[in-house]
């Protein structure tokens, strides 16, 4: 009951989305949100590093998706050969956020209630549902990354970003709200 999601350009990563499917016919989630998902899976794609603007992806059920070759075909170590119709998404906007969610935790046995931050990236969607306005956009580009850490941390008003880098792609800059 998943859709697997890649982007067209080889040596990105995938992404799936649980539970997408019913018996392999209908959609249980919408366009938007099959294309915003893949829109964040081709942020962290070869076209985000070569500062493209747009990316094309593609999505595909699990029974369409195999490590072994056709006969008479090799397939490259760390490939996958897709059998079957793509669906094809083209233009996909390389846009990323990254916020503060916060978050509460309840002491069990007790009535005290603890509250934390942690960092969130996602679509600009999610970031206003989990963050609220504390998010910033990033898009392509070579910012210095010293001093970008130092104006998100300003932006976001944090002081701890040591998780920063597998929340957002190499080579960004911040986009001005």
């Known amino acids: ?9 080889p040596a990105s990563p995938f992404g799936i989305i649980k539970g997408a499917t019913k018996d392999g016919k209908q959609l ?24 493209y603007g747009s990316a094309d992806a593609f999505w595909i059920y699990p029974n369409q998706i195999s490590k072994e070759a056709n006969s008479g075909e090799y397939i490259a170590k760390g490939a996958f050969m897709i059998r079957g119709e793509k669906n094809q998404l083209k233009n996909l906007t390389l846009k990323i956020c990254l916020g503060i969610e916060t978050k509460k935790i309840k002491i069990e046995e007790s ?21 609220g306005n504390r998010y910033i956009k990033l898009e392509p580009g070579l910012d210095n990354y010293k001093k970008m850490t130092k104006e998100i941390k300003t932006r976001l008003k944090v002081s701890n970003l040591e998780d920063l880098p597998k929340y957002i792609p190499n080579d960004c800059k911040i986009l001005k709200k």
């Open 1 to 9: 009951n998943d859709i697997i999601i890649h982007t067209e350009t």
């Open 28 to 51: 249980l989630i919408s366009k938007e949100e099959i294309e915003e998902t893949a829109s964040i899976i081709a942020c962290f794609s070869a076209q985000w590093k070569k500062g």
């Open 111 to 131: 009535t005290q209630v603890i509250e934390y931050n942690e960092l969130f990236s996602g679509s600009e969607n999610a970031c206003k549902k989990y963050c």
